[in-house]
């Protein structure tokens, strides 16, 4: 079988993603499961392989297909739009958000086109974007709106253990303000979905509690009474297998265990507490419910460091192998439902 294609945006120039880029692309594994091609800037590739000591040759192609796809070169597309006279690196620098932009809004054509099979994300700057007046806050909001897609999913994954989230960047507040029981079933049928389009036919998934010990039916918050249990009543009715509310102080170990294919996390840290002390370089974040798939590591740019070559490169492994793994069935499945 011919392996996937698997387009790999460099992100941030100024931050870390070309270094994990490059050293992502010495390991062997990821050649095993697909064909990757980095999208970026020569002098960026140049500077990151400089600062790895990585000796790799460089295939400058025009589009996938063009590739020679063995270890030992990294075959790229070349967006030319870095001056690397004028890069700093852990600086918000405009030309770096634009080139972050290019890198990903170009993934996102080839992928849409498919030309590519899914697409591996580095880490992008929210400051470097708003300097290059790039219309968009980071990732998911470029997605969105570059795919038409309303309201992609986000998925961690880490070792077997997925996790969906029903707020992302919102005050913790306006999270629980955000709770209700038409909100939850969307949202859990919207997970079900997905979850079948990754391969599994009938998801039984769990719904974490909001406060400590889900309320205790009132005693420390009523979303649960209110809200939650109804739509879980409700959701198993309609023959979504669901459980919960679930205390979030165990409902995340039990999924980690193989009890539950999936946690459906009610607001952005309570899933990503839970997934990142299972393993912070592995949790990888997936986003769903698009025409293709879209793998991303879970970490920033790093300014701090970027430049010196410390940055590990297991999570951008990951996200390859995790977009390899995942990417060909959701292609399928995507154009079924169509």
Do not use: W
């Not at 739009?81 to 990903?104: H, P, R, T, W």
């Not at 039916?217 to 109804?230: N, R, T, W």
């Not at 698009?290 to 879970?298: N, W």
């Not at 070559?309 to 192998?321: C, D, F, N, R, T």
């Amino acid at each position: 079988m011919t392996k996937p294609i698997i387009a790999i945006t460099l992100g941030d120039p100024a931050g870390v993603g070309p270094e994990i880029v490059v050293k992502a692309l010495k390991n062997e594994k990821v050649y095993e499961v697909c064909n990757p091609v980095v999208i970026g800037d020569k002098g960026v590739l140049y500077k990151a392989l400089n600062i790895t000591n990585i000796s790799l040759k460089l295939n400058d192609i025009s589009t996938p297909n063009e590739g020679k796809y063995s270890l030992g070169t990294i075959d790229f597309i070349d967006l030319n739009n870095i001056d690397i006279n004028k890069l700093e690196f852990g600086k918000v620098q405009s030309q770096c958000g634009q080139a972050a932009f290019d890198y990903l809004s170009h993934a996102i054509k080839l992928a849409m086109d498919k030309k590519v099979t899914a697409i591996a994300t580095t880490p992008l700057n929210k400051e470097s974007f708003k300097a290059a007046a790039v219309p968009y806050i980071g990732h998911t909001e470029v997605l969105e709106s570059l795919t038409h897609t309303e309201n992609p999913l986000t998925m961690f994954e880490v070792k077997g253990l997925k996790v969906f989230f029903y707020s992302r960047h919102v005050s913790l507040r306006n999270a629980c303000d955000l709770i209700t029981k038409e909100g939850i079933e969307e949202f859990a049928v919207r997970c079900e979905k997905a979850l079948k389009v990754l391969g599994i036919e009938k998801p039984h998934m769990a719904i974490a509690g909001l406060n400590p010990h889900s309320g205790e039916h009132g005693l420390f918050g009523d979303e649960e009474v209110k809200y939650i249990y109804p739509a879980v009543e409700s959701l198993r009715e309609k023959g979504v297998d669901i459980n919960g509310p679930i205390g979030a102080d165990s409902v995340f170990h039990q999924a980690l265990l193989g009890k539950y294919d999936a946690v459906l996390s009610l607001y952005h840290d309570q899933g990503h507490i839970a997934t990142k002390m299972v393993d912070f370089e592995r949790t990888i974040s997936l986003t769903n419910n698009m025409p293709f798939l879209r793998t991303s590591v879970d970490h920033g740019t790093a300014f701090d460091i970027a430049g010196t070559g410390k940055v590990s490169e297991v999570s951008m492994i990951e996200a390859i192998l995790l977009a390899a793994k995942y990417g060909p069935g959701f292609l399928n499945k995507t154009d079924e439902n169509n």
